[in-house]
């Protein structure tokens, strides 16, 4: 008789360095590959992240011949119900170490043997630590003992690793499939990557890899894209910047309470204002705030913002507004293809000073200056903010009708701060 077990897919999709096919296949004879569209993750994500899922399942169904089950419903009740209904007594998965994750996985396990192997990360979060056993709370440290840890190289699997068997009921994603990505690695990778450290700030280049969206849903893993980075300079930023997910990633893993709240507790009792037409402008790009505006256009355009837009558009809102940050992480999470739980969280907690940095409540992005510093020529802010298009040159970073006074902000939010030292 043939035995079979389920590969219930998450945040792994793909079939290239995929450790748990290596598993599946060692278990059982064939295997059902299954996902789920969990109502509980579904319901937050703004429309880009759930078509862009879907492109992500197109894809993955395309590359197993047709036979990924797509079932929507609480995995709970559904991952058990699929695995009895084609025999298995196995369901292999990468690990998932976001808090949702981790307690549903536990309730799974309950109805059926769950089997992990791998996880969406180099290094599995837990398992860089100090000396004295502690989680790290600062990235350098960490990035140090990461890369001293050291990873697997990647797991030799593609479609044929497992003898996939036909669903039981035909389910396949109904979207457009991603473009090839091992191809745009390449491409990135002999065009832009050599010069990756010089441009991955400017918003105005296309300099980054545009591939948080990729490793989010695991269509790459980190490690595959690890292994193919040399030593020169924008191979090393690169890394670092494929760290800086693997760390937040285990800050939450150790503080799953961070999703919501201040690491820092003590940002529990700093003022903070509930100025919804302030949040209003921030979120529509009508601040006045040329920089700012074009990045919250640009996110509302595309379902996507420069990462040094992102920081600067974050640090106006709790810094300049004197809004909660929580209201501007979910406002990222609803409108951002690549919304990623731990990066995003602490990226934010990161610009309002609540997070791991050791002194950051001082750092205040002056949009101005960011403006003139990282777009000299104007030429991302023309794009996004066409009313501007036709001011020439560096006049184009000089508000226009600001909602609020920089200079008069900042030291507001330096004395707020130092109200709760």
Known sequence: MTSSTVVWFRRDLRVEDHPALLEAADRADRALALFVLDPKLLRPSGKPRTDFLHRCLKSLDDRLGGRLMVVEGDPVEVVPAVAREIGAETVHVSADTGPYGRRRDEAVGEEVELVEAGSPYAVKPGRVRKADGTPYRVFTPFYRAWADHGWRRPADTDASTVDWIKPPRSTRPRAKALPDVAELWERFRDERLPDYHRTRDIPGVDGTSRFSAFLRWGVVHPRTLLDDLGQDE???VFRSELAWREFYADVLWHHPASARHNLDRRFDRIELDEDRDHFDAWRQGRTGYPIVDAGMRQL???????????????????????LPWWWGA????????????????????WAAGSGTDAAPYFRVFNPITQGQKFDPKGDYIRRYVPELRDVAGKAVHQPRDPIVDHAHERQVALDRFAAIK
Request: net charge negative.
């Open 330 to 349: 979910r406002h990222f999470m609803e409108h951002l293809v690549d919304g990623d739980l731990a990066s995003n969280q602490h990226n934010w907690q």
């Open 300 to 322: 509302l355009e595309e379902g996507w913002m420069h990462n040094r837009v992102r920081m600067i558009t974050a640090s106006f809102l709790v810094k300049d507004l004197h």
């Open 234 to 236: 924008g191979s090393k």
